[in-house]
């Protein structure tokens, strides 16, 4: 079963810039488009950024322009550079593959993200 490990996450002022990653122990970026979701407590899991094999990528409305999904094929990571970053960002962060729940590896912990002043 595929790993998935998350990191990056940590305390920052609004307007501050984060990157995240996202390390899987497989090869599975040849064959799976992958997001990065994000959650809050009481509320559902939410799609952040998706990138597909081919390098598309899809973002939450909210985060257009200040967020950018990238991928490494060759180190198996998926990354999320947060800039302009506000207080509703803050959340915990999830990577997992990009499609309907059924696709999905075992969720990893997740990294904390706390926008605040």
């Known amino acids: 079963q595929v790993q998935l490990v998350e990191s990056g996450g940590g305390l920052v002022q609004p307007g501050g810039s984060l990157r995240l990653s996202c390390a899987a122990s497989g090869s599975i970026f040849n064959v799976n488009g992958m997001a990065w979701y994000r959650q809050t407590p009481g509320k559902q899991r939410e799609l952040v950024a998706g990138i597909t094999t081919g390098g598309s990528t899809k973002y939450l409305e909210s985060v257009k322009g200040r967020f950018t999904i990238s991928r490494d094929n060759a180190k198996n990571t998926v990354y999320l550079q947060m800039n302009s970053l506000k207080v509703e960002d803050t959340a915990v962060y999830f990577c997992?593959?990009?499609?309907?729940?059924?696709?999905?590896?075992?969720w990893g912990q997740g990294t904390q993200v706390t926008v605040s002043s």
């Open positions: 997992n593959v990009w499609g309907p729940s059924w696709q999905y590896f075992d």
